[in-house]
């Protein structure tokens, strides 16, 4: 309890630090952590990257740009490249495009929406290794229960996992199914929020539903779909590993490359199965330049394009 005449701002006061001394203190086993697990393994790589390096004969010969220029010269990395874009695309556009629409017919006042919601938010509690092994199980071309029922009903049964097409289609499915719980979070939220009033003075107007939507619902959720587009990219990029490794492992071969290699898998492919150290530290250092100007485009776009309400 505070005495009456103790004021707020003599309660900051006294909680301030006499000296520059304590503060670093507190933050040292936080520094520590972050420099180890973080900040020297990133330096690391970079300095990597300049390097044609074996860990396990433990050989390097310093090269400057020459991995970097190899990549960039690649026809298979720049397929890879190349699918990766497709891949976020996809993903993005039409993970939040299903997203916002599941959300916005979630957020209805029906009977038993609570269970709806969490149906629809079930997923997000599935790690990438378990989703990845029940879509494998689903879409197995002999056993798989999307198989049989085709099979019964049509007489087909796709090659999903051996046709470049068909894999391609069925790792973005998977990928979108893995991200719509996340986005129906935050989507849910916000639509909940959404100020009420201004959404029947419009319909008191004459608005239609789908112009309540547009003109009014969508630009107040133009926030979070700001956040959830970097988000979603950023996820794109580094969570289908796992999707990707256990469906597909990157395969089946397409012209240059796996049709389904991504970049982080083909980061992974060249540093611990080829065992190509500096090639994949010059793809890692690829991908910190990319995420630095996907990340500086979001904000540059978002400043002027993100309505943030009063």
Known sequence: MLKPAQ??????????FRGTAMPWFFLLPSLIILAVFIYLPALQTLRLAAFKANLILGTERFVGVQNVTELLLSPAYRQVALQTLIFMVLTVS???LFSLSLAW???????????YRLLLIYPYALSPAIAGTLWLFMFNPEIGVVNQILGSLFNVKPRWLDDPMLAFGLVVVAAIWKGLAYNIVFYLASI??????????????GATPAQVFWRVAFPLLTPITFFLVFTNIIS???????LTDILTRGGPYFQNAGITTFL???LYQDGFVNFKSGVAAAQAALML???????????????KRVHYGS
Do not use: C, H, W
Not at 10 to 15: C, F, G, L, N, V
Not at 236 to 242: E, K, N, P, Q, R
């Open 7 to 16: 004021t707020v701002a003599d309660t900051e006061a006294s909680a301030v």
């Open 94 to 96: 039409l993970g939040l």
């Open 105 to 115: 017919l979630a957020s209805r006042p029906v009977r038993g929406s609570k269970y």
């Open 192 to 205: 909940q929020n959404l100020p009420g009033d201004v959404m029947e003075a419009a319909e008191i107007d």
């Open 236 to 242: 794109a990029l580094f969570d289908s590993f796992a």
């Open 264 to 266: 982080v898998y083909q």
């Open 289 to 303: 330049l990319l995420v630095a100007f996907i990340t500086y485009m979001q904000f540059k776009v978002g400043e």
